[in-house]
């Protein structure tokens, strides 16, 4: 099983920044997908951002394209999400996740199987 573990989480004013990572302890790093998923409280988990294997493809939501940028690092298994703009919105639980099928580009929560424990954002209005 893959282990995931986010930081970079916190609390911040509307228009401030974040870089919120996720670092992983398996192999599969170049070989999966990983996204990047939030939940606010009382709502479900929606997907904000993915990036695939190669680094090549990457994928936003609407609501956060444009002010936020999802990159990896291989050489530190690292997977990144700059969150710049903020707004009151954004305030949810951030997880990181990869994907369960190799080579494969997805933005389903469905097929994401190894999870972070998730990194609070809080954004202030």
């Known amino acids: 099983q893959v282990q995931l573990v986010e930081s970079g989480g916190g609390l911040v004013q509307a228009g401030g920044s974040l870089r919120l990572s996720c670092t992983t302890s398996?192999?599969?790093?170049?070989?999966?997908?990983m996204g990047w998923f939030r939940q606010a409280p009382g709502t479900e988990r929606e997907f904000v951002a993915m990036i695939s294997w190669s680094g090549g493809t990457t994928w936003y939501a609407d609501s956060v394209k444009g002010r936020f940028t999802i990159s990896k690092d291989s050489a530190k298994n690292t997977v990144y999400l700059q969150l710049s703009s903020l707004k009151p919105e954004d305030t949810a639980v951030y997880y990181c996740a990869t994907d369960s099928l190799a080579l494969r580009i997805s933005r389903r929560i469905g097929d994401y199987r190894d999870w972070g424990q998730g990194t609070q954002v809080t954004v202030s209005s």
């Open positions: 398996g192999r599969i790093f170049n070989t999966n997908s």
